[in-house]
């Protein structure tokens, strides 16, 4: 009897690997060839059948996996690498842009229901800034996904092209357990809703996270808000050289196109039911545009200007609403966080007489600064509601308003700040304003002041600046 049930077993293990993993609920990648010792070719097109099947696919065996180009995955399916699992990026048939991207990216077509647990990416210097989708740059990249969880992701070497997770037109997106570390951007989103982003150790030379809802032309598929969020739990490491900051709050605003006005790389217009812009070279060249962009996908070349078809769901003005920022520790000496117009060779965010793009609601708690050096916690350069900053340890680090003249009102900003420790000794000039007709209504309660003789101060500039305060120097 014994020696029955024995053979019965080894007759049930011994089923083909396929079998025996479907019935169990997933697919192991093993089983297509997906393989350390496998060519880069060969591992891109196993890990490209498993991904097919859908589900929930395994990579278990521990070791580095060469991969040679982008794979795609699709609706229903969960990726999950073990411990010990790397896959390498390598150069067998050219350079690619994403180690793995959504199908649905291609088409447009949301896709839903995606999980990615433990991915760890070597670069290996295979960098292309995009290819599949005009601006999504991501070694990562989602673009039309709804409920996406990427879990456990790690990255060490990023150059300057790519950035290490980027998602664009996205609803229900959680990124928890990252490090990124590198020369481009961490997590890097465009329009979407609803997110978190958590427990992240960041050291990269541009931004550590950037939610950009406006973006070069290059550096993002299309515009609009990205709003009710959480990041939280996130660490800006010290590193030699730096550009960017912790965390870029980008938004825009554009125009209908009208005939003899004068664009530049990245403008968007407003045309036939859709948004276009200016795909050209980052020269600083300006074109003056006499013929209506009308052709429904692709781009176009037109009085010499090319224009490419963004979206067909039309805005005016994109920026970031409704989101917490919580548990924040900055080492790095540089600006924490701008909110922020661009306005360059690459892109301006704002066309001039466009609708004002009012960003909405952005709270600040529990950020830690932990350098000396006397950089700005916060730049504000565009048009913001509300800012609150609570429970949050501040040094020689002010709040900044500036402006890049992109309009000629700013509207007013309310900065409440209650809670916060001031490690500072002698004055400190809380807030200094550098835009003309600024409105801000300064209010503070509840702080502690650390540094012997701490005085607060406020430089209004040609603004108006009402001051509701308890800080030495500020209160009446």
Same mark, same amino acid.
């Given at each position: 009897?014994?020696?029955?049930?024995?053979?019965?077993?080894?007759?049930?293990?011994?089923?083909?690997?396929?079998?025996?993993?479907?019935?169990?609920?997933?697919?192991?990648?093993?089983?297509?060839?997906?393989?350390?010792? $496998?060519?880069?070719?060969?591992?891109?097109? $196993?890990?490209?059948?498993?991904?097919?099947?859908?589900?929930?696919?395994?990579?278990?065996?521990?070791?580095?996996?060469?991969?040679?180009?982008?794979?795609?995955?699709?609706?229903?399916?969960?990726?999950?690498?073990?411990?010990?699992?790397?896959?390498?990026?390598?150069?067998?048939?050219?350079?690619?842009?994403?180690?793995?991207?959504?199908?649905?990216?291609?088409?447009?077509?949301?896709?839903?229901?995606?999980?990615?647990?433990?991915?760890?990416?070597?670069?290996?210097?295979?960098?292309?800034?995009?290819?599949?989708?005009?601006?999504?740059?991501?070694?990562?990249?989602?673009?039309? $996904?709804?409920?996406?969880?990427?879990?456990?992701?790690?990255?060490?070497?990023?150059?300057?092209?790519?950035?290490?997770?980027?998602?664009?037109?996205?609803?229900?997106?959680?990124?928890?357990?990252?490090?990124?570390?590198?020369?481009?951007?961490?997590?890097?989103?465009?329009?979407?809703?609803?997110?978190?982003?958590?427990?992240?150790?960041?050291?990269?030379?541009?931004?550590?996270?950037?939610?950009?809802?406006?973006?070069?032309?290059?550096?993002?598929?299309?515009?609009?808000?990205?709003?009710?969020?959480?990041?939280?739990?996130?660490?800006?490491?010290?590193?030699?050289?730096?550009?960017?900051?912790?965390?870029?709050?980008?938004?825009?605003?554009?125009?209908?196109?009208?005939?003899?006005?004068?664009?530049?790389?990245?403008?968007?217009?407003?045309?036939?039911?859709?948004?276009?812009?200016?795909?050209?070279?980052?020269?600083?060249?300006?074109?003056?545009?006499?013929?209506?962009?009308?052709?429904?996908?692709?781009?176009?070349?037109?009085?010499?200007?090319?224009?490419?078809?963004?979206?067909?769901?039309?805005?005016?003005?994109?920026?970031?609403?409704?989101?917490?920022?919580?548990?924040?520790?900055?080492?790095?000496?540089?600006?924490?966080?701008?909110?922020?117009?661009?306005?360059?060779?690459?892109?301006?965010?704002?066309?001039?007489?466009?609708?004002?793009?009012?960003?909405?609601?952005?709270?600040?708690?529990?950020?830690?600064?932990?350098?000396?050096?006397?950089?700005?916690?916060?730049?504000?350069?565009?048009?913001?509601?509300?800012?609150?900053?609570?429970?949050?340890?501040?040094?020689?680090?002010?709040?900044?308003?500036?402006?890049?003249?992109?309009?000629?009102?700013?509207?007013?900003?309310?900065?409440?700040?209650?809670?916060?420790?001031?490690?500072?000794?002698?004055?400190?000039?809380?807030?200094?304003?550098?835009?003309?007709?600024?409105?801000?209504?300064?209010?503070?309660?509840?702080?502690?002041?650390?540094?012997?003789?701490? $005085?607060?101060?406020?430089?209004?500039?040609?603004?108006?600046?009402?001051?509701?305060?308890?800080?030495?120097?500020?209160?009446?």
């Amino acid at each position: 009897m014994k020696s029955r049930i024995a053979l019965m077993l080894i007759v049930f293990f011994t089923q083909s690997n396929v079998g025996i993993c479907q019935k169990i609920g997933f697919t192991d990648a093993a089983q297509f060839g997906f393989l350390p010792q $496998a060519s880069g070719i060969q591992n891109a097109k $196993a890990l490209q059948k498993a991904l097919t099947i859908g589900g929930t696919i395994v990579v278990s065996k521990p070791g580095i996996y060469k991969m040679a180009e982008t794979v795609y995955i699709s609706s229903n399916t969960t990726l999950d690498f073990g411990n010990g699992v790397f896959l390498k990026k390598v150069d067998e048939q050219g350079v690619f842009t994403h180690v793995i991207l959504n199908k649905g990216a291609l088409t447009k077509t949301y896709d839903q229901n995606i999980g990615i647990k433990g991915l760890n990416i070597i670069v290996n210097g295979i960098d292309k800034a995009f290819s599949e989708v005009y601006g999504l740059r991501g070694q990562l990249a989602f673009f039309y $996904a709804k409920d996406i969880r990427i879990e456990r992701f790690r990255c060490m070497d990023l150059t300057k092209m790519q950035f290490g997770i980027h998602v664009c037109s996205f609803e229900d997106l959680i990124i928890d357990d990252v490090i990124i570390k590198g020369e481009k951007d961490g997590v890097h989103l465009g329009r979407g809703e609803r997110f978190t982003i958590k427990n992240g150790v960041f050291q990269t030379f541009d931004d550590a996270i950037a939610l950009n809802a406006h973006d070069y032309a290059t550096s993002n598929p299309e515009l609009g808000w990205i709003e009710n969020g959480v990041i939280e739990n996130c660490h800006d490491l010290n590193a030699e050289n730096t550009v960017g900051y912790f965390c870029r709050i980008l938004a825009g605003a554009w125009t209908d196109w009208k005939e003899g006005m004068e664009v530049q790389q990245s403008d968007a217009v407003v045309s036939n039911g859709k948004i276009y812009r200016v795909q050209a070279k980052a020269d600083g060249t300006k074109y003056i545009s006499n013929t209506k962009p009308t052709h429904l996908g692709g781009s176009q070349i037109l009085d010499g200007i090319n224009w490419g078809v963004v979206q067909d769901d039309v805005t005016y003005t994109a920026g970031v609403r409704n989101v917490i920022f919580r548990n924040i520790f900055l080492e790095k000496p540089r600006i924490g966080l701008s909110i922020h117009f661009d306005n360059d060779r690459y892109s301006r965010s704002y066309y001039p007489n466009a609708p004002i793009p009012l960003q909405e609601n952005l709270s600040f708690d529990n950020v830690q600064i932990l350098h000396d050096k006397p950089v700005p916690f916060l730049v504000i350069a565009t048009p913001v509601d509300l800012v609150t900053i609570r429970n949050s340890s501040i040094r020689n680090n002010p709040i900044k308003f500036v402006s890049n003249k992109a309009m000629t009102d700013y509207m007013k900003t309310i900065i409440h700040l209650y809670g916060c420790s001031f490690d500072v000794n002698g004055v400190f000039e809380l807030l200094h304003n550098d835009v003309e007709g600024k409105k801000i209504h300064l209010k503070t309660s509840n702080n502690v002041e650390l540094g012997e003789n701490f $005085a607060a101060k406020v430089y209004a500039g040609k603004g108006d600046l009402i001051i509701d305060s308890d800080l030495k120097g500020l209160k009446k």
